[in-house]
T-cell receptor, first 112, second 115 residues
Framework: SQTIHQWPATLVQPVGSPLSLECTVE??????LYWYRQAAGRGLQLLFY??????ISSEVPQNLSASRPQDRQFILSSKKLLLSDSGFYLC???????????FGSGTRLTVV | AQTVTQSQPEMSVQEAETVTLSCTYD???????LFWYKQPPSRQMILVIR??????QNATENRFSVNFQKAAKSFSLKISDSQLGDAAMYFC????????????FGEGTQLTVNP
């Protein structure tokens, strides 16, 4: 069966420090991968999505970047965090041609 | 661009009663999918129910059912026999029919279930 792993679960980082959040999917090939951010009590905002290795589409211009170095690995990064980067980050995947999204358990990021 | 609107920031229901959460969406496409997701305090996103736009029959999953009105672009969620475990944030979401399309979410409805 397919599973999605996301880590770390919680992260507290100082302003100006780098960020790396990782997401991996098991049990499938060629997934579509997504990074969402959720502010407290609000809906989810799509940040990046990828349909293949090295293929990244950005939805919102910001301080963050994404990479897909392997088929089932999706990384969210920042060189210098801002206070406004705080939030809950969710990774998700869908099968190629499928329409059901499966979400990871999320990372709660607090920038101090 | 597609938009999803949930006009009820908060709703409450008595245990064992029925509650309906509202959702409207705006699109010019004919091929799309609609979803309801549940987010409990753990913040894990859990798929509750989904509806293909080409299907006229409303989807049902046990105590959860939808009222899909395509012409009105309305997609409400009905929860019957509400349970304490149903308390959560509920999000309505839209996805275009094309491969690789992303989900667009509404702002959510916080559901409280009173014992």
């Amino acid at each position: 069966s397919q599973t999605i792993h996301q880590w770390p679960a919680t992260l507290v980082q100082p302003v100006g420090s780098p960020l790396s959040l990782e997401c991996t999917v098991e049990g499938t090939s060629n997934p579509n991968l997504y990074w969402y951010r959720q502010a407290a009590g609000r809906g989810l905002q799509l940040l990046f999505y990828s349909v293949g290795i090295g293929q990244i589409s950005s939805e919102v211009p910001q301080n963050l970047s994404a990479s897909r170095p392997q088929d089932r690995q999706f990384i969210l990064s920042s060189k210098k965090l801002l206070l406004s980067d705080s939030g809950f980050y969710l990774c998700a995947w869908t099968a190629r041609g499928g329409y059901g999204y499966t979400f990871g358990s999320g990372t709660r990021l607090t920038v101090v | 661009a597609q938009t999803v609107t949930q006009s009820q920031p908060e709703m409450s229901v008595q245990e064992a009663e029925t509650v309906t959460l509202s959702c409207t969406y705006d699109t010019s496409e004919s091929d799309y999918y609609l979803f309801w997701y549940k987010q409990p305090p753990s913040r894990q996103m859990i798929l509750v129910i989904r509806q293909e736009a080409y299907k006229q029959q409303n989807a049902t999953e046990n105590r959860f059912s939808v009222n899909f009105q395509k012409a009105a672009k309305s997609f409400s969620l009905k929860i019957s026999d509400s349970q304490l475990g149903d308390a959560a944030m509920y999000f309505c979401a839209y996805r275009s029919g094309g491969s690789g399309s992303r989900l667009t979410f509404g702002e959510g409805t916080q559901l409280t279930v009173n014992p």
